[in-house]
């Protein structure tokens, strides 16, 4: 043995305190821009320009400057997301944004901002998209920052109130469609990212069109009336516009028969022959999968009685067909075209 003491391990370390609370990872290094942004949906520029403008920013900033936001300040954001979604202009939504942050919580912050929150026409929902949707209705922003957000219950409430407040048509081509568009292009151009966004918009797309004859009035189908029959060709797999017919065609008492995406020829051709259908649709979303020999043979099917015989309507429906020479059958351009068209084969 030494005469040298043995080194404490735990000298210049002192004790932990049992009753100190560990910091979370937003407590005090806070949550960086570019973090949040992906978050929130929305571009870091844009919490940026918030702060710099309407003064949404955080309280923290590390060695650099660099911007780190607290939950209180990402509450606040989140508000002014919320606002601008649902069509407030943005220097007002930042003040409600800072009054809401501001206030206590309890009855006397409600009473303090909810006045200003319905003089902008405010509701829940929100962030910013980062979605190239152009010149489109307000409601698509709202929609598509929800989907970006993969807000479920917020997707599915904007949906059913653009189908309450504009009807089937208008909003299936205004609203819907123009969105559902907007993040395919992102898609497409972000390699695997955002699919997840395009499958839980287009779930909602689908089931708020299936909803759709419980909101709106609708006609009752004429007794014993033969139905239409809708289908997308053997190698197509995009059901929506099928769906958003079927739901118009509902509204105007319009029996239909809709088998859905991919269905095999054999398949379709005993439906036809089963049913005996006033029409066929059949879609194509791309040129690869529109295929004239099909819809001329379907086209060419007859059944009744000798001297009675009938066919079947047949409308090649999408923009597969755009480039197609379909000398002979009927073309629509649209829901609208496409609804009119085989309502006039009931009378309505």
């Known amino acids: 043995m030494s005469g040298h003491p043995e080194p404490d ?5 002192p004790e932990p305190d049992p009753n100190a609370v560990a910091p979370g990872p937003n407590t005090v290094a806070g949550v960086p821009t570019g973090v949040l942004a992906r978050r929130l949906g929305v571009s870091p520029t844009t919490l940026r320009s918030w702060d710099r403008r309407y003064g949404i920013g955080p309280a923290l900033r590390s060695e650099g400057r660099h911007r780190r936001w607290s939950p209180e300040d990402i509450a606040m954001v989140e508000e002014m997301c919320r606002l601008t979604a649902a069509g407030a202009p943005p220097a007002e939504a930042a003040r409600v944004a ?13 009473d303090a901002t909810t006045g200003v929150g319905s003089a902008v026409g405010v509701r829940p929902g929100g962030a910013g998209s980062g979605l190239p949707l152009g010149d489109v209705r307000q409601e698509c922003r709202g929609l598509a920052r929800a989907a970006v957000r993969l807000d479920a219950p917020e997707l599915e409430a904007r949906l059913l109130e653009a189908v309450r407040q504009h009807g089937l048509t208008v909003a299936w081509e205004e609203v819907m469609v123009p969105t559902l568009r907007a993040v395919g292009r992102k898609w497409e151009s972000s390699g695997d990212r955002y699919v997840e966004v395009e499958h839980l918009l287009s779930w909602h797309v689908s089931g708020a069109l299936r909803s759709a004859p419980l909101l709106l009035p609708r006609a009752e189908p004429p007794a014993g009336a033969p139905p239409v029959v809708l289908a997308c060709t053997p190698d197509e797999q995009h059901t929506l516009p099928l769906e ?18 991919a269905v095999p020829v054999d398949a379709l051709l005993a439906c036809v022959r089963r049913t005996g259908p006033a029409a066929v649709v059949l879609w194509a979303q791309s040129r690869a999968t529109a295929s004239l020999s099909l819809a001329r043979h379907v086209a060419a099917l007859e059944w009744g009685a000798a001297g009675a015989r009938r066919r079947p309507l047949v409308l090649p429906a999408g923009p597969g067909w755009d480039r197609r020479p379909a000398t002979g059958l009927h073309r629509c351009t649209g829901l609208r075209d496409a609804t009119r068209t085989l309502s006039r084969l009931y009378g309505r």
Do not use: F, I, Q
């Open 9 to 13: 391990p735990n000298a210049g370390h």
């Open 98 to 110: 800072r009054l809401r942050s501001a206030a206590p919580p309890g009855p006397e912050a409600d």
């Open 244 to 261: 958003a017919l079927t739901a118009a065609l509902g509204e105007r008492g319009v029996p239909t028969r809709t088998l859905g995406a």
